[in-house]
Structures are given as C-alpha cells and as structure tokens.
C-alpha cells in the first residue's frame, strides 16, 4: 500500500483501544495487595489463563498449561479463577465508566473497549488550539503526513485516551494499555505495542510499517487460524504476499465480500464502526468436570450451576424467556470429545421478580430442573452409559422488568377503576347527550393520574358526521377532524320543554318525525326520511330501555373471558 492510497482512505475518525492491564490478574490482587509484589497466576482448571508481569518476566505466558508453569516458575502463587463474577462486575463498571466520555463505546471481552472519540476530539479543537501535544509513544515517523487534519485530532486523541486512562486507575486502581489511530484494527494493533500501563500513538503515514512488522497474516485481527489455512494454501503467509495477491484468487477462494474485507484489513482499511454495546445477550457459566456418569451428579452439577446463574441475573436486572444447555460428552471408542447444546423457551412467571433482586423460588426451580433435564434427555440417552466432562446453562432473550407505573397489571387496574366510576355515573343521567365528548381530566394530587374516557360513539354519529363533513366545501377529511368537531350535540341542545316546538320540522309533504333531544336539529333536517325514522326509533327504543334498567341494579357484571380480568386475576 503506497502513500498515495493512504491518503486517500478515511482519517476523519479518532478509535481509542482500551486494554487492561492482565485484567483477571489485576482484579485478584485489588481482592488481596499481598499479590502484587510476587509471580502470581489465574487459574483455570489445568490451564494458567493469565499471570501478572512478574510472573511474566519468569516465562509464564497466556494460557500455558499448569505443569509446563510449575516447571517455568515454581514460586508462583496461584489463584482459581474459575468463578467469573468479579471479573465482569468490574469489566461492566469499567465500560459504564468509558460511556461518560462517549456515547460510541463498544465491548471485546471482558477487558478491552473500543472508544470513538471523534466528537469529544471536534468539541475540544472549538475550544483549544495550542499546547496540544502527543501524550505516550508515537508509532514510526511523523513525516509525509497528509493534509486532511488527521495528526492534529490524533494528537487530541492521544490527550483524551491518557485522560481515560489515569480516570481508570484512579476510579478502579487498574492499570491500562491504549492505542489510538483513525481505525479500530490500527487502534488494536498499534495499542499492543508498549505494555503495560502505556499507550502509543498511530499516525496514518506509518500504517504499512506497522503492519509489517506481523509475522504473519493471522496476527490481523479478523483473520483467523481456518482463514489463516486457506491463504497458506494460495501460498500467501506474510502480509505483503497478501497485499499482492491476485483478488481473482481471492475472490474465488473466499467469496467476493470476503476477499474484500480480508484485502481491505492487509492493507489496514477498516470502516467497521464502534458498536454501542449494550447489556449481554445472553448470561451463562460453564463448568468442566471429571466424568460424570450418573443421572443424580449431573442434578447436583446443574443446580450448583443455576444458584450461581441466578445471582448474574439478579444483577443484570431483566428476566430470561429462554434457558440454554451445554453439555460436551467424552467417546470412549473414538476417544474424541463431542460438545452439544439445547435450548427452550420458559416462562417468565418462573422468577420472583422484587425491588432489587430476581429470585427462583423452591416449586419455579424444581419446574425449571425439570425443564433442564428434558434438553438433557435429548442429547443423553441415560439407559446407556455416558461420560459428561462439561456442564453449562445459560440465559438469553431477556425481557426488561417493569415496575409501579409502567407495569402493564398497573395499567390495567387503572383502568378499570376508572371504568367502574363511569359505568355508576352515567347510569342514571339523562340530560347529558350519549355522543358529546368528556374531556380527559389529570388529577395530580394523587401518586398516579388517571384519564376518563370519553364514551362509545355510536354508528349514527359517524354517518351524520362523515355526512356534514362531505357536504361541506373546506371541510378536511373526517379523519384529521378533533373529536370535538365530529360531536353532534351538547348540553345547550338538550331542553325537556323545546322537543316538540324547536326539534321537530315539517318537509314539503307536511309529514312532521320528531327530532330526539340528543340531535342537533339542522342536522336531522338534511338527512333522508326514512333514516330520520329509523333515529327517531332508535331514540324511543333506548328511553324504554333506561327506563327499564332504573329498576336493575347499577353496576353490571363484569364479563369472565376479558383481557383485563385476566391479568387482574394474575
């Protein structure tokens, strides 16, 4: 990649990668100081997962094996790290902390964030202009920078990441390593170049030195070793031989969108933007053990398991809808071991949910041991002999807790409160029109506002409305009207001693039909005969049923098969 396509590719953005310092390790010796100053390692079963740099300086490397550790370093002091919890309530505590700089801060595992810092970088260039200088290590040369801008917000970005950074240590007593660069590959890269407790700085003139400096196409992040394989095969190892290959051979080897990205990354190109990570999609804990070959060890391994679930749950703060099973069973004859999952919707009525906790209660765990089993069942047959070597359940497709106003039990009960005052209210009342509007009324004094709704307008209504509004010239459509401009009548119209001489009208045939009270009378003047008619004995049939309905009692029965009663009965 020559200068002149760097130039031309995008350096309008500032990444920032944050990398803690050998997190697990950290994490351990804040838990006990007396760590610090001794080799000591994270264990996970017979594998040494990370060790702090002492221990590093002996040899020790990332998941080396506890033997080949023991030999390298006999004095290392080991810690079981099996148990993930404090690793993620920190490494959550650490991003939440990273969001008040950006809103654009995206997790990779648990002790790496990516940082877009384009924004805060522009609204500190509106407000300063001199004393910028680089903060931490500068990557190769500073010449033949081009003139886009990019080395002054890079340079402001560098200031920014050293700011994170002492915050981190101050807030969390963690140390961490960051690179910056206008890419989160180049960020990444660039970042693991001075460890700890450093950062480094990557101006776009010295991408292809740094890239050179792999030793080989799967140090790109985004290649893997099955990728790494298939380029081998085309005879390409090193990234210049990738750079220059023939993107024909790629692109009959990998796909066209494939061989695209993978062209792309060797030349540094990554337009991938940060991803605002929100909570994790799934919640889970694995467990390897020694075979298990009873249907009663596996119980006891899968209830160990859903107590220490239960509190990762509680803590997120959303209830599952869906449990998932992960077994890995060992082939006596093959001598391979196979892994396996299985995975089933629950109910959420499964979980207590209270103010600050979510709990399984004795019958919801007994019911969800059983689910469990089930899945287990469908992967084991348990009439034959078998050897589990891992057990794992996780939680996934959550659902938000909702709680006071917002539940939707509460709704419901508001509302039907409010429907009980109505329905006893307007029994009895006659002088009000059956098609005028009630306004939504808030009451404030109380902890929760309640709306009264207005009454069911009947189909006559809606004809005489969407009549009037046809016949007149600049009238708007009938659905853009207000409610109150479709009402027919109000309490001026309703007059016991002006039903006969005001409401009621002869036509050309001397054929007077009495207009009810509740009808505008100009209104019931423009509408055919034989629907004036039928109005008025509509109006006659519902007086005769009010009439009958004064000697019932006021408050109906509710109805059993509702929505409402459903949840209020739940």
């Not at 910056?180 to 180049?186: E, F, G, M, Q, S």
Request: hydrophobic content about 30%; glycine content about 4%; overall charge positive.
């Amino acid at each position: 990649m020559d200068t002149k396509n760097i130039h031309a590719t995008d350096h309008s953005r500032v990444i920032i990668h944050i990398d803690i310092d050998c997190f697990y390790a950290q994490v351990e010796m804040i838990k006990n100081p007396e760590l610090r100053n001794i080799p000591m390692g994270v264990q996970q079963k017979n594998v040494v997962v990370t060790s702090n740099y002492i221990a590093r300086e002996t040899g020790i490397k990332k998941c080396m094996l506890l033997e080949d550790a023991l030999r390298i370093c006999p004095k290392i002091v080991l810690v079981n790290g099996e148990d993930l919890h404090d690793y993620r309530q920190i490494s959550y505590k650490v991003t939440t902390h990273l969001q008040k700089y950006s809103s654009q801060v995206e997790r990779l595992g648990l002790d790496e964030n990516f940082l877009d810092a384009t924004s805060l970088v522009e609204t500190k260039l509106k407000s300063k202009h001199e004393n910028i200088t680089a903060k931490g290590h500068i990557f190769g040369n500073n010449e033949n920078n081009c003139d886009c801008g990019c080395q002054l917000r890079l340079t402001v970005g560098s200031e920014i990441a050293q700011e994170i950074r002492d915050s981190i240590r101050h807030e969390f007593q963690l140390t961490c390593s960051a690179g910056i660069a206008h890419n989160k590959l180049l960020a990444k890269l660039v970042g693991a170049k001075h460890k700890p407790n450093q950062q480094t700085l990557l101006y776009p003139n010295s991408t292809c030195e740094l890239l050179y400096q792999l030793q080989n196409v799967v140090d790109i992040p985004g290649i893997g070793r099955a990728m790494g394989d298939m380029l081998k095969n085309l005879g390409v190892s090193t990234i210049r031989e990738l750079q220059h290959l023939n993107f024909d051979k790629l692109k009959f080897a990998f796909g066209e969108e494939k061989a695209k990205l993978i062209q792309n990354l060797s030349n540094g190109i990554d337009n991938s933007p940060v991803k605002s990570s929100g909570k994790p999609t799934s919640i889970g804990l694995e467990d390897s053990c020694r075979n298990i070959t009873a249907i009663g060890e596996v119980k006891d391994k899968l209830n160990q398991l859903m107590n220490r679930l239960m509190v990762l749950v509680s803590e997120d703060g959303r209830i599952p809808r869906t449990i998932k099973l992960t077994i890995r069973k060992f082939d006596s004859i093959s001598k391979m071991s196979n892994r396996e999952s299985r995975q089933t919707n629950i109910t959420t009525s499964l979980f207590t949910v209270k103010s600050n906790s979510i709990e399984l209660q004795q019958k919801s765990a007994q019911r969800l041991t059983s689910t469990i089993m089930t899945l287990f069942t469908k992967m084991v047959d348990v009439h034959k002999p078998y050897h589990i070597t891992l057990l794992g359940l996780s939680f996934t497709k959550f659902l938000e807790r909702m709680n006071g106003k917002s539940s939707i039990t509460s709704f419901f009960r508001k509302n039907v409160e409010v429907q009980s005052i109505t329905n006893i209210e307007n029994k009895n009342d006659l002088t009000t029109s059956p098609m005028e509007c009630t306004p939504f009324s808030y009451d404030l004094s109380g902890s929760e506002s309640e709306f009264e709704p207005s009454p069911k307008k009947t189909k006559f209504s809606k004809l005489i409305a969407k009549r009037r509004c046809f016949e007149a010239d600049d009238c708007p459509s009938p659905s853009k009207l207000k409610v109150a401009d479709l009402r027919l009548s109000s309490a001026k119209n309703v007059s016991s001693d002006s039903s006969d001489s005001k409401n009621s009208f002869s036509d050309d045939n001397s054929n007077s039909i009495c207009c009810p009270p509740n009808v505008d009378a100009a209104v019931f003047k423009e509408i055919p005969k034989e629907l004036q008619q039928e109005v008025w004995n509509d109006y006659k049939r519902e007086m005769n049923e009010k009439q009958e309905q004064k000697l019932q009692p006021v408050i109906k029965k509710p109805k059993t098969n509702t929505l409402l009663n459903y949840f209020l009965k739940n």
